[in-house]
Structures are given as structure tokens and as C-alpha cells.
């Protein structure tokens, strides 16, 4: 936290060093070719969508469980949404099956130009299969970030490690399915982000092909450029991500076994993909209002899942994404972030295994 009290002391908030560090770690990390530290991820995602040379009425393809302000901003740069249904009910993200269908049924005369990938709770979607489709996708990572396991990072220039393929014809290590990234990717770093820096997003590219339509965006005014401050803090993070995602695993660990003693269901993450244990969801057998109302008596926080999402708060029609918006009524969060203490840990999961 020493950077961050630098910045404070030093009277250096605004964008500036700390914002260039920053960038550098997450560059070690998430092993891009360029990024720029943004102030928001509503800005981010702006950017990502105005540098993909998108025009008035395209068709971009989202999943009903995506955040709600995706839809102001295509609605900003007069873009159609598409509304993409879940996979299932067991899988929180959209899945070629249900793009394909969301597309068939799009209104007449919209196009679908572009794919807004949200991995919904942390779940990675089929990013190789959904790229397949041939539409370029823009990636939304702040949920599911996790630092890469031997041999799946490409390197600094973006090129594609030695263990995988685009053509699907193999090379992948036992166990891991092929990972494609999208054109542009975001990782926010607001408070409820896999990588929380009080607010801000990182908007980057893989290869130096799509990273050149970054570096256009160089000279934006500071107004749109990531504090210090907050820069300081996301550094930090990036730095004691292994031993908060080891904290949360332990933490998941104990709900897990306890979920297994009741009627509710959980999500499932794809083959050969490990979950990175953002949050701990349940989908409910019974009503959300009760089981809220019975974590409230033992002093705990129950939310619903999907209420800041499209589907959650009314965006999309629920006949048009059924499955979506079954799920935004049905799933709930409970307390999982690395400094919970172990008399805390119990407690949840003791409310976990007798719930209504």
C-alpha cells in the first residue's frame, strides 16, 4: 500500500506515473501488446466499440446476464443491440447455440458486426467456438481474470503459445481447452472486479495488428486517463492476486461442501476451464425473497446475482431470454473475498447448508 499513500502524499492523484507502472505490471500479467489505464470501464468499453469502426444500426451480440450499461452505451454510438439468451441453467454465459438463435430471430435490416463478450461471474465462455462464428468479439474479463497457468500465455508481442491452435486441429496441453482472445478486452477494475482498484478499467489488445487502433486513442485528455490513486491501489492488486485467488479457493472450498447438503444448484464451469472463484452463486429451488430473509435474521448478506444486469433490472423481454431471466430471480451471492476471517467463513457456510 506504500504506492498508494505516495500518491496520496505526494499530492500525485491525477493520471500520471503510477498509471504508467500499472500499465507495465498488468502487461507482465495479462501478456498484451498494449493498453491504455482508463477512468471508467463505461469509457473503456466506448473506445473498444469506436475503434472496432462499427456504423449506425449495426447489430453487436450480447448475453441478457451482461451489466446494464452496456446498453446505454451502444445505445450512445446508436448501435442495436442483439440479446443473446445463457447456455443453461447451469452456465451463466451465452454459447454459440444461443447466438445463433438471438441472430435468427434479430430484427430485419440489423447485421450483427460484433460480439460483446461478458464472462458473467467470473465463468469463461467458449471463446474458441464463439470466434468461430466469423463476428469479431470484444471481451469483458473483469470478472474472470486470473493469473495464467504454465504454458497458457502467449507472450508480450501477443503471439499465441506453442500450446495452442487457432484451427482447433490440436495442440492444446491435456486438460485445457484452446483459449482465443478477442479483438479489443477490458478488465474493470471497480470495487466489485476481479482486480478492484476503487474504480478504472485497463483496455488492451493482444497483437500489434489491433493494438496499433489503441495507440490512436494516446493522446485522449487526462479527463479520460486513470488516476494515480487509483493506479497505485490496481498495482498492488495485480501484485497479491495468487494469494487472494489461494484465499478464495479455500473459502469456495467450505461452501462448496457445504451447498452439497442442500437442494440448490450451483454453475458449472466449462470442461478444461478452472473457475477462478470470483463469487460463490447458488442457483435456489425456493424463493429469493425467503432465503434473503433468513440470511438477514442470521446477520449475513445474501444479494441477488443479477440484479445490475440486463435481464435483472428489465432491459430485455423475459420471452426473449427465458433462461436468463429465470436465473436473474433465482440466483444469489454470498460473502466471498479474501480477507474474510474463518469464524466469518463458517458462518456462511453454515447458513449455506440450512437454507429454506
Not at 507482465?28 to 491504455?36: I, M, S, T
Not at 494516446?218 to 486517463?225: D, G, K, M, N, V
Amino acid at each position: 500500500m506504500d504506492a498508494v499513500l505516495t500518491a496520496m502524499v505526494e499530492d500525485r492523484i491525477g493520471p500520471g506515473e503510477c498509471s504508467r507502472v500499472l500499465t507495465q505490471t498488468a502487461k507482465e500479467h495479462l501478456r498484451f501488446d498494449f493498453a491504455l489505464a482508463i477512468r471508467s470501464p463505461v469509457t473503456a468499453l466506448y473506445l473498444a466499440l469506436k475503434g472496432m469502426g462499427l456504423s449506425d444500426g449495426d447489430g453487436v451480440l450480447i448475453s441478457a446476464l451482461s451489466p446494464h450499461y452496456y446498453a446505454q452505451v451502444l445505445a450512445d454510438l446508436r448501435l442495436t443491440p442483439i440479446y443473446c439468451d445463457v447456455s443453461s441453467f447451469s452456465f451463466p454465459c451465452m454459447g454459440v447455440e444461443s447466438m445463433e438463435k438471438a441472430i435468427s430471430t434479430r430484427p430485419d435490416g440489423v447485421q450483427p458486426r460484433c460480439v460483446l463478450l461478458h464472462h458473467t461471474l467470473g465463468f469463461m465462455p467458449d471463446t474458441a467456438s464463439i470466434a468461430g462464428l466469423g463476428i469479431p468479439v470484444i471481451e469483458d474479463i473483469s470478472q474472470s481474470y486470473s493469473p495464467p497457468l504454465v504454458g497458457q500465455a502467449g507472450n508480450a508481442e501477443g503471439e499465441k503459445p506453442e500450446t495452442k491452435t487457432n484451427d482447433g486441429s490440436g495442440g492444446a496441453e491435456s486438460g485445457q481447452k484452446e483459449r482465443v482472445h478477442g479483438v479489443f478486452s477490458m478488465l474493470g477494475l471497480e470495487e466489485r472486479d476481479m482486480v478492484t482498484a476503487g474504480g478504472g478499467a485497463l483496455l488492451f489488445a493482444m497483437g500489434r495488428r489491433d493494438a496499433s487502433v489503441l495507440r490512436g486513442y494516446s493522446t485522449l485528455p487526462q479527463e479520460y486517463c486513470l488516476p494515480d490513486i487509483n493506479a497505485a491501489l490496481a498495482s498492488v492488486q495485480f501484485k497479491e492476486i495468487e494469494r487472494n485467488m489461494g484465499r478464495r479457493r479455500e473459502i469456495a472450498h467450505v461452501y462448496t461442501q457445504a451447498s452439497l447438503r442442500t437442494k440448490h444448484k450451483r454453475f458449472v464451469p466449462l470442461d478444461g476451464l478452472e473457475y477462478n472463484d470470483y463469487a460463490f452463486p447458488l442457483v435456489l429451488e425456493s424463493s429469493m425473497k425467503d432465503v434473503t430473509a433468513y440470511a438477514r435474521k442470521k446477520e449475513i448478506i445474501v444479494e441477488n446475482a443479477f440484479a445490475g444486469s440486463l435481464a435483472g433490472n428489465g432491459t430485455v423481454d423475459s420471452a426473449l431470454c427465458p433462461t436468463a431471466y429465470s436465473l436473474s430471480l433465482r440466483t444469489v451471492l454470498f460473502p466471498l473475498y479474501p480477507r474474510l476471517r474463518s469464524a466469518e467463513t463458517e458462518r456462511v457456510s453454515k447458513l449455506i447448508m440450512t437454507l429454506p
